[in-house]
């Protein structure tokens, strides 16, 4: 079994910075793919960025300039630091990162999702 717990996220002001975090833990064998990803209301869940095992990044031109997601593979974590927040980056963030078990079989999995609110 394998399970995502997000942190970080919160009520900010415009122009303000926000750090989240997502663990995985588990019978883990190894990650291939981390990303991030975010639903505002009334709006599809879009993808905000991700990070190739390699660390390889790639960004939605939104948010290009202000975002930067990282991992740590020792400790199975992603994080995406969020500068310059704007009005318009108000969602709820989930991360999801693709797993190969101890059992060999490979899924994608989902955190349990974290508000950003930026207003003033």
């Known amino acids: 079994q394998v399970q995502l717990v997000e942190s970080g996220g919160g009520l900010v002001q415009p122009g303000g910075s926000l750090r989240l975090s997502c663990a995985a833990s588990?019978?883990?064998?190894?990650?291939?793919?981390m990303a991030w990803y975010r639903q505002a209301p009334g709006k599809e869940r879009e993808l905000v960025a991700d990070i190739t095992s390699g660390g390889s990044t790639k960004y939605a031109d939104s948010v290009k300039g202000r975002f930067t997601i990282s991992r740590d593979n020792a400790k199975n974590t992603v994080y995406l630091q969020m500068n310059s927040l704007k009005p318009e980056d108000t969602a709820v963030y989930y991360c999801n990162q693709r797993i190969t078990t101890r059992q060999l079989v490979i899924s994608d999995y989902w955190g349990q999702g974290t508000q950003v609110t930026v207003s003033s």
């Open positions: 588990g019978s883990i064998l190894s990650i291939n793919r």
